[in-house]
């Protein structure tokens, strides 16, 4: 066998080891919360096997650029970084400052910002953005990603590439409530951002719901109570007091209003594109944390849960199966749960360890296994 195909063994964290790390988080609400945030503060919550091992993860949205601020930091994340300047900073960073402390660039990144559709919010910004980005990734150490279909695209650009699950926090989101019963009338629920949807007021059509489900909810406003958190299609806005909208409170306060809504079915269409082929399970991780049975597009980040569907037609037999049979909901969330269990909180299944190990193996490093 030849050299260049033998592995280096992992070297495990010596005992008294303290190593620090720093994250520029791209925002505070969305995925540098999922992320970054939270599973920083669970890592200083934590100490690995009985080796009195110290991990300090830092983040925040100001970039600093002391040199004696990194001396011992071991890598430093930059989330979804794109802007021009944001690219200036990396390369000043890594050219003054890294070469001499040893630090390292990881780029994290939850969504693809190579295909973004051209009706979503988002596609002006990363499309006028994306050699901005690529070259950000390409000077980088490594990259994160959160599902291996995202991953596979951006060893385009960058060969060392690992992924890390999304998880739920379990100290904001507590024990998965028991089924639902049906009220008067079946509650069903969406909540997701304005990136779902073609902007209101422009000439760009298109969104992640089809025009059979549009159809459907207009005419069944009277039968099911409709609820939407944060956004909702803009081809129903001249309904929307014949439906509930809510919208978004703060990070913390986001998974008890989801569950007070009691609602007896989650749906989670998607649009057939390699955008959302790129996409987590995590909406299907917040239904089922809420205790709330789903119905998903039948899509690489759903393709295992039980209610998926390729059609609206299908979508919304399915909408209907579930919101007037509470055995079907019942036995839908059980399955679902036993789906992602292992993935489903960060707390749980050593989530936080293969997180910080997947950080670690950049560097041919892993922590104990804990006793």
Request: glycine share 4%; with cysteine.
């Amino acid at each position: 066998m030849s050299k260049k195909n033998v592995k280096t063994p992992m070297k495990v964290i010596p005992k008294n080891s303290r190593i620090f790390w720093h994250s520029y988080v791209a925002d505070k609400g969305g995925c540098g919360h999922i992320r970054v945030i939270i599973p920083s503060l669970l890592v200083n919550m934590k100490r690995f096997g009985n080796l009195n091992i110290n991990l300090y993860p830092q983040y925040g949205m100001n970039y600093i650029l002391d040199g004696e601020y990194y001396k011992n930091k071991l890598f430093v994340i930059f989330q979804r970084a794109a802007t021009e300047d944001q690219l200036k900073i990396v390369k000043y960073l890594k050219n003054n400052v890294f070469n001499k402390t040893g630090t390292k660039i990881i780029y994290e990144l939850d969504d693809d910002l190579i295909d973004v559709p051209e009706w979503n919010m988002a596609a002006d910004f990363y499309n006028k953005n994306r050699k901005n980005s690529l070259e950000i990734i390409s000077r980088s150490f490594g990259v994160t990603t959160s599902t291996e279909h995202l991953a596979k695209k951006i060893r385009k650009y960058n060969k060392n590439v690992k992924v890390i699950p999304n998880h739920l926090p379990k100290f904001v989101w507590g024990e998965i409530p028991e089924i639902k019963e049906t009220e008067e009338k079946p509650k069903i629920l969406w909540f997701g951002s304005s990136n779902h949807f073609s902007i209101p007021n422009s000439d760009k059509e298109g969104g992640d719901f089809g025009s059979e489900l549009i159809n459907f909810i207009r005419k069944t406003v009277d039968i099911y109570d409709w609820i939407f958190v944060g956004a909702m299609p803009k081809e129903i806005i001249d309904i929307k007091d014949k439906f509930y909208h809510y919208k978004w409170t703060t990070i913390f306060e986001y998974p008890s209003l989801i569950k007070s809504l009691n609602a007896n079915v989650g749906i989670a269409p998607l649009l057939k594109h390699d955008f959302n082929r790129s996409k987590s399970n995590i909406k299907a991780l917040e239904y089922i944390a809420s205790g709330i049975p789903g119905v998903y597009t039948n899509i690489t980040p759903y393709e295992n849960l039980k209610n998926v569907c390729e059609t609206d037609n299908y979508m919304i037999d399915r909408i209907e199966h579930l919101a007037n049979n509470p055995d079907f909901r019942k036995e839908t969330l059980e399955y679902d749960y036993n789906m992602v269990k292992d993935q489903l909180f960060w707390e749980e299944n050593d989530n936080i360890k293969k997180y910080v190990d997947t950080y670690l193996n950049f560097f041919n490093m892993r922590l104990p296994n804990e006793d």
